[in-house]
């Protein structure tokens, strides 16, 4: 009799129990498999609408750099670089120089050396920082670092002569873009607008905490800038200039604004003009000096 009685009751709570369960909406029935599923597509969800435009390459050695410098995806403005090594060859190996670069390439303070490059890059549209590149001596080149500049660099050096005809910068040739707290270290000869930094610094260009170290050559000339129609802010050309025609310490002609910059070393040539520091001015030079 006893034995029935507690069947009775096992029985009748489970049909309450089932009742009690339809009686949910469907929302609050949702099984363990089904939470999983929800959890990863909310996950899902989360990488979809996370910032996935930008991809990360990161060069740990020389097989990295070399896979780098021969990959144009990776020059992309969808992509972030990371240099994380100095890069050296002790045999010298040869890359042809980035035709275009968009992206962002932070150099982390690592040095290129011992790298057959006639530059860098070529036309630079991106940002570039943080590194230090020293030019081969087997390649004559006509550039120190970036050839055109459209983009920004900031915190790097150029180490190495520069040999070309007009328009010839130690660090860039021309620019229309943004330089700061750059350095270009190299004896620098050309023709017309050739200067120790750079070559044509144009109406779009800024430069501000440079400097340029080493002699120059050439006809119409500066120590720091050939010639400049842009903004140059506190910079300074070290080294002797050497010419014959518009010969600047640190511009050759200059129709746009210098403004506290300072050019240091023996200024040589025939037409010398002004007080030494610009071969031709017909912009504005407020608070500079020639020592």
């Known amino acids: 009799m006893n034995i029935k009685r507690i069947l009775s009751g096992i029985l009748t709570t489970c049909v309450l129990s089932a009742s009690f369960l339809s009686a949910l909406p469907v929302s609050a029935q949702t099984t363990t498999e089904g939470a999983h599923t929800q959890v990863a597509a909310e996950q899902q969800n ?10 990360e390459f990161v060069i740990n050695n020389k097989k990295d750099f070399s896979k780098f410098m021969t990959t144009s995806k990776y020059w992309g403005s969808n992509y972030k670089i990371k ?14 120089p980035i035709e275009d670069f968009k992206g962002d390439f932070d150099g982390g303070g690592h040095t290129i050396k011992y790298v057959m490059l006639r530059c ?12 230090n590149f020293q030019k081969s001596k087997l390649l004559s080149s006509e550039c120190g670092f970036v050839e055109n500049n459209y983009g920004t660099i900031s915190e790097c050096t150029s180490n190495g ?44 260009g800024t430069i501000t905490n440079c400097s340029s170290k080493g002699s120059v050559y050439g006809l119409g000339l500066g120590g720091f800038v050939g010639n400049n129609r842009g903004t140059i802010t506190n910079c300074a050309a070290t080294g002797d200039v ?7 310490g640190f511009v050759g002609n200059n129709s746009g604004t210098i403004t506290n910059c300072t050019a240091i070393g023996n200024i ?10 610009a071969g031709k001015n017909e912009g504005k030079i407020e608070d500079c000096k020639i020592v």
């Open 161 to 204: 002569n520069v040999k070309g005809g007009n328009n010839v910068g130690g660090f860039v040739d021309y620019n229309d873009g943004k330089i700061t707290n750059c350095i270009a270290k190299g004896k620098v000869t050309g023709k017309y607008g050739v200067g120790g930094f750079v070559g044509i610094n144009y109406a779009d």
């Open 268 to 277: 040589n040539g025939e037409k010398i003009s002004l007080d030494s520091f």
């Open 242 to 248: 050497t010419g014959n025609d518009h010969i600047g």
């Open 120 to 131: 860098f890059v070529k036309n630079n549209h991106g940002t570039i920082s943080r590194l």
């Open 46 to 55: 989360n990488l979809q609408t996370a910032d996935s435009s930008t991809n």
């Open 83 to 96: 240099l994380n090594c100095d890069i050296s060859w002790i045999f010298f190996k040869k890359f042809n």
